[in-house]
């Protein structure tokens, strides 16, 4: 039975089960450590750069999780791999709160960054199949909208913990929100995972010279958003801990972020569906430049919270609409096409922190960082409109050969 056969309705179960799933495999896995990092370099003096490194750790686990399932998950399977990272996500979570030296913590943090790959895959290649058959694979975009609540969740939550019982207990709190939310993930995936099995897709199979283009296009202007944004996205709360009279309260400009990131992973995909997937990237990737520029410029509260509530409204819609994007060009190679990218999202993610975290101690600014991102953000904005002529160029010319088939003089 093939998909279409079955999938006429609205995929609401794989909408809210990805949502889920992002809510863990990012929310958790990725943005936990933003609010906790201030927390860790007072409370456990963990120095600025040292911080950039553990970042670095995370990413290369994430690196190094997205080539090991990409070989892996056609072989596993994505239910299995999904319990699997859930499993790490939720003890390596934990173990956090027992580390008691960089070591221990790098190492901890490169296991929660591999099992956000695995959880992210798995989920990817459950429901991103199930969106193109709905004919929507901008929906992959509205998943990241769980990350946003859980910034907002944890946002919240770990300074009122950290009162009592300080960043271990926040950690703590990080893992027991991982185990609860990972148990409704699953019962949300899980049957049409089982449901997938032996199914066949209609997707043709062979990409043509310009579509290529347009995918590896793409797939450049993703590496330098995953450098870029990771250097902002690591050390917001930390900049915004510089200034005085936010120094007790800067975690609320990271739930800032998740409220921004909630509604925008729901507005722009919704944009995206009219005016296209790869234009609303584009303009996106432009706004989240501006944020970096705004920071550098504006250095005062009010300038940094504006540059925060940019940053929120632009940054998560993209990964959603890039994959989205691919996985419609890639046919019923999406899961070979979307580990790829991950593979060099990763690889972008690791240089990013550790750069941006040197950087930072060599000039004791975040400026000629926030700088360097945004100049790279823009360079990613314009490779975005190249991809879109190349997929333009390939559009029209099937519509001409297919004029030409249907014309009488061709038989």
């Given amino acids: 039975m093939k998909i279409s056969d079955r999938q006429m309705t609205f995929p609401v179960r ?36 040292m911080a950039g490194y553990l ?37 390596g979570s934990w173990a956090m709160s027992f580390g008691g030296s960089f070591d221990a913590w790098a190492l901890m943090m490169f296991c929660i960054g591999f099992s956000s790959a695995a959880t992210f895959l798995a989920t990817l290649s459950i429901v991103l199949g199930v969106f193109l058959e709905y004919g929507a694979g901008w929906l992959t975009a509205i998943l990241y909208s769980g990350i946003g609540l859980a910034i907002v969740v944890i946002g919240f939550a770990i300074p009122e913990i950290a009162v009592v019982s300080g960043w271990q207990g926040g950690w703590r709190f990080v893992a027991l929100t ?58 917001l709360v930390t900049m915004l801990a510089q200034f005085s009279g936010l120094q007790d309260r800067a975690y609320m400009g990271w739930v800032l972020v998740g409220m921004m990131v909630i509604p925008s992973c729901i507005i722009w995909p919704l944009v995206a569906a009219r005016v296209g997937e790869i234009r609303t990237t584009a303009f996106l990737l432009v706004l989240l430049a501006l944020a970096n520029i705004v920071v550098v410029t504006w250095q005062n509260r009010v300038g940094v919270l504006v540059a925060v509530g940019i940053f929120g409204s632009s940054f998560l819609a993209i990964p959603g609409l890039v994959l989205g994007m691919l996985g419609k060009l890639a046919g019923n190679k999406k899961d070979k096409v979307t580990g790829i990218a991950t593979i060099i999202f990763g690889a972008s993610m690791v240089i990013g922190p550790s750069v941006g975290g ?54």
Wanted: positive net charge; proline residues 3%.
């Fill in 14 to 49: 794989a909408v809210c089960g990805g949502i889920v799933a992002m809510f863990l495999a990012f929310g958790i896995g990725r943005f936990a450590y933003s609010p906790l990092l201030p927390l860790m370099q007072v409370q456990a003096g963990l120095a600025v750069d």
């Fill in 55 to 91: 970042a670095s750790a995370m990413y290369f686990g994430y690196l190094f999780g997205s080539v090991a399932v990409t070989k892996t998950l056609a072989k596993v399977g994505a239910l299995p791999t999904l319990c699997f990272g859930l499993t790490v996500l939720v003890l």
């Fill in 178 to 235: 991982a185990a609860v939310a990972g148990i409704v993930c699953l019962l949300l995936l899980a049957p049409i995972s089982r449901s997938l099995r032996g199914t066949t897709s209609t997707t043709a199979t062979t990409a043509s010279y310009g579509t290529e283009r347009a995918m590896i296009l793409l797939l450049v202007a993703y590496a330098l958003y995953g450098f870029a944004n990771t250097i902002g996205s690591t050390f």
């Fill in 358 to 411: 040197y950087i930072a101690k060599l000039t004791n600014s975040f400026d000629w960082s926030l700088m360097m991102a945004g100049g790279l953000l823009l360079l990613s904005s314009f490779i975005m409109i190249l991809a879109e002529q190349a997929n333009r160029s390939e559009t029209v010319q099937l519509c001409v050969m297919d004029k030409e088939a249907e014309s009488p003089l061709s038989r």
